[in-house]
């Protein structure tokens, strides 16, 4: 597995941006497809954008956060991003980035088996 850590986090108001990091260490970095999932309080963890790994970096996005969100990723900072822009109040919850070991994209959260523990976006409208 690789050991994720989240930051970034906070509390914005309606139309602000934040940007989202993901320390990785363990298993190599580049050699792993990264994810941003959601869950806000009382719904299901949700896919939010997925990057593939190393050079072709294919990206996929939820239609919730397509245009607003950027995922992106420095293989040699073994980091990944997640730039958020004219966030809404609905963009409100725990962010958590996930790793597999596939160089094929997913959005299904049961295909990724290493998770950071989340971080805070909440939203004020």
């Known amino acids: 597995q690789v050991q994720l850590v989240e930051s970034g986090g906070g509390l914005v108001q309606a139309g602000d941006s934040l940007r989202l990091s993901c320390a990785a260490s363990?298993?190599?970095?580049?050699?792993?497809?990264m994810g941003w999932f959601r869950q806000a309080p009382g719904k299901e963890r949700e896919f939010v954008a997925a990057i593939s790994w190393w050079s072709d970096s294919r990206m996929d996005y939820a239609d919730a956060v397509k245009g607003r969100f950027t995922i992106s990723r420095d293989n040699a900072k073994n980091t990944l991003y997640l730039q958020m822009n004219s966030l809404r109040p609905e963009d409100t919850a725990v962010y958590y980035c996930a790793a597999r070991t596939s160089s094929i994209l997913s959005r299904r959260r049961n295909e990724y088996d290493s998770w950071g523990q989340g971080t805070q976006v909440t939203v004020s409208s």
């Open positions: 363990g298993r190599s970095f580049s050699r792993n497809t």
